[in-house]
C-alpha cells in the first residue's frame, strides 16, 4: 500500500491539494482501518453489525502530527488483490479525527479495548465511526442522516432505533417508483 501511495503522491492529478502541498518525506501513513457497508434492506430488518461488509480499507494520511487526507483500497476480493480507489480530504477526514478525540473522551468507553472501523450506510448518506467491541458503540460523522445527532455516541440499538424507519421507507419510495429496491452505492467520503 504504501508503494502504492508514494506512486499516486508523485502523480499530482490524482492526489488531494493538501497532499499535494505535503514533503513527501514527511507523510506518514496511519494504521488502516477497515470500512464496512450495511444495506437498507437489513437495517430495515433491524440488522446492522451482523449484516456488515467488509468493503474496503482507509488510511489516514498524516503530514506531521497533522492528518491531511484519507486514502481509500478495495478489501481483497477472491483474487487478493487490493486496489486504491482514491484520496480525500473531505469533511469525513476532519470529522474522522474529531470523533477520535470524542472516543477517548467518552465515558462509554473508557477502560475497554475497542477495534477501530468505519460504519458505512450509504443510502441514508450515513458515515460513522465504529467501536468494535462486546459491546459495538457507533459515533456518526458530520453531515449525518437528520435522524443522527453527529459527533454523539450511539449503541448497535440506538442506532438501528433511530434508522430502521428511514431505511424502510426509502425502500418502499425504491418499490413504489420501480427503482431499486436495495440502496445504490454512493460513496461516503
Known amino acids: 500500500m504504501e508503494q502504492a501511495l508514494a506512486r499516486l503522491l508523485r502523480d499530482p492529478a490524482p492526489a488531494t491539494p493538501a497532499l499535494r502541498r505535503a514533503r513527501l518525506t514527511e507523510l506518514d501513513v496511519a494504521i488502516p482501518h477497515p470500512v464496512y457497508h450495511v444495506g437498507l434492506s437489513d437495517l430495515a430488518a433491524g440488522r446492522l453489525t451482523a449484516a456488515a461488509r467488509l468493503v474496503a480499507w482507509r ?6 502530527e497533522r ?26 477526514v476532519k470529522a474522522t479525527v474529531d470523533a477520535l478525540s470524542l472516543a477517548e473522551q467518552a465515558p462509554q468507553v473508557a477502560g475497554a479495548a475497542y477495534e477501530f ?59 413504489d417508483s420501480g427503482g431499486p429496491e436495495e ?7
Open 117 to 175: 472501523r468505519s460504519l458505512r450506510i450509504p443510502a441514508l448518506y450515513v458515515a460513522s465511526l465504529w467501536l468494535h467491541a462486546s459491546d459495538d458503540l457507533f459515533i456518526p460523522l458530520p453531515p449525518t442522516h437528520e435522524k443522527l445527532e453527529a459527533l454523539r455516541v450511539y449503541t448497535e440499538e440506538q442506532l438501528i432505533t433511530e434508522l430502521r424507519t428511514a431505511a424502510a421507507d426509502r425502500l418502499k419510495i425504491a418499490e
Open 59 to 64: 488510511y489516514l494520511l498524516l503530514d506531521g
Open 67 to 92: 492528518v491531511i487526507a484519507a486514502a481509500e483500497v478495495t478489501a481483497p476480493g477472491a483474487s487478493g488483490r487490493v486496489e486504491l480507489t482514491h484520496f480525500n480530504e473531505g469533511p469525513f
Open 183 to 189: 440502496d445504490i452505492a454512493v460513496p461516503v467520503r
